[in-house]
């Protein structure tokens, strides 16, 4: 073990216990200390499920990139590991970046992009490249024959600064990986590659490329099949606003197609926004030993950093989200795992509201509850959560611009940061269903049984659990409410 992973093996271990008992998240992955972003190596190993992540363990801003690392049996009960990686070597030095991880024999291999400076005779800056650790679950030596991708395999007139973030996968005898980077165009383009060892690699194609459509470089690129469809998922960088589809800055993308087996490209049929909330970034999918396409992210944003500034920790993981395709649409729903874990079931059927409407046994900031708002001639339906009389946030539905916002400006935010957001929904003459998932922080709402997702975070106070339903106009509604209870 180097020097740096033991050195940060230790502070985690030691500063975590200064976190107030009860303050992190009870059902979603949380910073051990210190920050996290882009969830890494999402992975079945020995029939756990893993998860590492870009972790700075000593402050809570961006840093120096190690690996964190957690496990779970069922994608909701979560147990922390030590520190994976740490950046040791001439090729990592100055980061352990974003990558994945493969089961292979028994051992667990992990590819990841190691940034280093470049020389001056290149012209400065730095250099990212691929490169391979492999290890038991906990421990993970890195390969001597690091890097295993450098940026001379890509097409003439590549970036060898921006190329990073290999997901990894296995077909039969080979292995695949696909990488984001950047094209003579400056935009985004995603490359693939195949191993029989996953040590020595060669250039395929490049699946897929913005072209400058869809903002610049394109980070933490996924690929996967899905209901018989492919499936590309990627973050754009610099994105310019499209309507309510795709805001400014940093955005998540996928594309649906047909993929060219001859020419090893993606044919399109559909690209949208993943997630519409103002949460939300680099997610990355898994496969379970029964098929099912698991999908987590990164619940917090590049650009509001809304963590309250004496919390030892900053950033958390999305719910673990099942994926399907329907009409050419990505679904997403929390992972059926999370029924475990109900308690204290409370229904409501056809309950009329015209004005505000609070229910005694509907509150609280750990629970799964759906409402399915009937046809009506109603101006406007709003969920507020984590109110008491000072804050709250809110889902606001309106019917006639067929609007769904989150809002959580009254939530207790100490700066004026983006505090809104809005998604067009299909228009169903009123209806809608809206499955509301709260975890202390955080507000993951699926609507319309998984055809859109909205994901934000609010850091009120935990004091303030109130839930009530206002409406302009009358509505008729059915609500289903479970408490969600980790022991």
């Given at each position: 073990?180097?020097?740096?992973l033991?050195?940060?093996?230790?502070?985690?271990?030691?500063?975590?216990?200064e976190?107030?008992?009860?303050?992190?998240?009870?059902?979603?992955?949380?910073?051990?200390?210190?920050?996290?972003?882009?969830?890494?190596g999402?992975s079945?190993?020995?029939?756990?499920?893993?998860?590492?992540y870009?972790?700075?363990?000593?402050?809570?801003?961006?840093?120096?990139?190690?690996?964190?690392?957690s496990?779970?049996?069922?994608?909701?009960?979560?147990?922390q590991?030590?520190?994976?990686?740490?950046?040791?070597?001439?090729?990592?030095?100055?980061?352990?970046?974003?990558?994945?991880?493969?089961e292979?024999?028994?051992?667990?291999?992990?590819?990841?992009?190691?940034?280093?400076?470049?020389?001056?005779?290149?012209?400065?800056?730095?250099?990212?490249?691929?490169?391979i650790?492999?290890?038991?679950?906990?421990?993970?030596?890195?390969?001597e024959?690091?890097?295993?991708?450098?940026s001379?395999?890509?097409?003439?007139?590549?970036?060898?600064e921006?190329?990073?973030?290999?997901?990894?996968?296995?077909?039969?005898?080979t292995?695949?990986?696909?990488?984001g980077?950047?094209?003579?165009?400056?935009s985004?383009?995603?490359?693939?590659f195949?191993?029989?060892?996953?040590?020595?690699?060669?250039?395929?194609?490049?699946?897929?490329r913005?072209?400058?459509?869809?903002?610049?470089?394109?980070e933490?690129p996924?690929?996967?099949?899905?209901?018989g469809?492919?499936?590309?998922?990627?973050?754009?960088?610099?994105?310019?606003?499209?309507?309510?589809?795709?805001?400014?800055g940093?955005n998540?993308?996928?594309?649906?197609?047909?993929f060219?087996?001859?020419?090893?490209?993606?044919i399109?049929?559909?690209?949208?926004?993943?997630?519409?909330?103002?949460?939300?970034?680099?997610?990355?999918?898994?496969?379970t030993?029964?098929?099912?396409?698991?999908?987590?992210?990164w619940?917090?944003?590049?650009?509001?950093?809304?963590?309250?500034?004496?919390f030892?920790?900053?950033?958390?993981?999305?719910?673990?989200?099942?994926?399907?395709?329907?009409?050419?649409?990505l679904?997403?729903?929390?992972?059926?795992?999370?029924?475990q874990y109900y308690?204290n079931?409370?229904?409501y059927d056809?309950?009329?509201?015209?004005?505000k409407?609070?229910?005694e046994?509907?509150?609280?900031?750990?629970?799964?509850?759906?409402?399915?708002?009937?046809?009506?001639?109603?101006?406007?339906?709003t969920?507020?959560?984590?109110?008491?009389?000072?804050?709250?946030?809110?889902?606001?539905?309106?019917?006639?611009?067929?609007s769904?916002t989150?809002?959580?400006?009254?939530s207790?935010?100490?700066?004026?940061?983006i505090?809104?957001?809005?998604?067009?929904?299909?228009?169903?003459?009123?209806r809608?269903?809206?499955?509301?998932?709260?975890?202390?922080?955080s507000?993951?709402?699926f609507?319309?049984?998984?055809?859109?997702?909205?994901?934000?975070?609010?850091y009120?106070?935990?004091?303030?659990?109130?839930?009530?339903?206002v409406?302009?106009?009358?509505?008729?509604?059915?609500?289903?409410?479970?408490?969600?209870?980790?022991?």
């Amino acid at each position: 073990m180097s020097e740096a992973l033991e050195k940060a093996r230790k502070y985690e271990s030691e500063v975590k216990k200064e976190i107030p008992e009860g303050q992190k998240p009870s059902f979603h992955v949380s910073a051990p200390v210190g920050w996290i972003n882009d969830p890494n190596g999402f992975s079945l190993y020995k029939g756990e499920y893993h998860l590492f992540y870009q972790y700075h363990p000593y402050r809570t801003v961006w840093g120096p990139m190690h690996w964190g690392h957690s496990k779970s049996k069922d994608f909701i009960k979560w147990e922390q590991l030590p520190c994976a990686l740490a950046p040791d070597t001439v090729y990592d030095g100055q980061g352990c970046f974003s990558g994945s991880a493969v089961e292979q024999e028994g051992t667990h291999i992990l590819m990841y992009t190691g940034v280093s400076a470049a020389a001056p005779e290149e012209g400065g800056g730095v250099r990212q490249v691929q490169c391979i650790a492999v290890g038991d679950g906990v421990n993970y030596e890195k390969l001597e024959c690091n890097p295993v991708i450098t940026s001379d395999l890509l097409p003439k007139g590549s970036s060898r600064e921006d190329f990073r973030d290999p997901k990894i996968w296995k077909e039969g005898e080979t292995f695949y990986a696909v990488v984001g980077s950047r094209s003579s165009d400056s935009s985004g383009q995603i490359a693939l590659f195949t191993s029989k060892d996953a040590k020595k690699w060669k250039f395929v194609s490049i699946v897929d490329r913005s072209q400058n459509s869809y903002g610049k470089m394109w980070e933490c690129p996924d690929f996967f099949e899905v209901d018989g469809r492919h499936v590309m998922i990627t973050s754009p960088q610099e994105m310019s606003a499209v309507g309510l589809e795709f805001h400014n800055g940093n955005n998540t993308l996928y594309l649906i197609g047909e993929f060219d087996k001859e020419n090893n490209t993606l044919i399109r049929k559909q690209a949208a926004a993943i997630d519409y909330g103002l949460d939300f970034y680099a997610p990355q999918t898994m496969e379970t030993a029964n098929g099912r396409r698991i999908m987590i992210a990164w619940m917090q944003s590049w650009d509001n950093h809304i963590t309250p500034s004496h919390f030892k920790w900053s950033g958390l993981m999305t719910i673990p989200r099942e994926l399907k395709v329907i009409h050419n649409r990505l679904y997403q729903n929390p992972v059926r795992e999370l029924e475990q874990y109900y308690q204290n079931e409370v229904k409501y059927d056809a309950v009329t509201i015209n004005g505000k409407k609070e229910f005694e046994d509907i509150r609280g900031r750990e629970l799964d509850f759906t409402v399915d708002v009937k046809e009506g001639g109603y101006r406007k339906f709003t969920v507020r959560l984590a109110s008491d009389s000072q804050f709250f946030s809110e889902i606001i539905y309106n019917p006639k611009e067929n609007s769904l916002t989150f809002d959580r400006t009254y939530s207790g935010l100490n700066r004026d940061i983006i505090h809104t957001r809005t998604m067009k929904v299909k228009d169903q003459g009123g209806r809608i269903r809206l499955r509301i998932l709260m975890d202390k922080y955080s507000v993951e709402v699926f609507a319309n049984d998984g055809e859109q997702a909205m994901t934000s975070l609010i850091y009120t106070s935990l004091e303030a659990k109130g839930i009530s339903f206002v409406t302009e106009g009358e509505v008729t509604m059915d609500i289903t409410k479970y408490d969600v209870i980790i022991k």
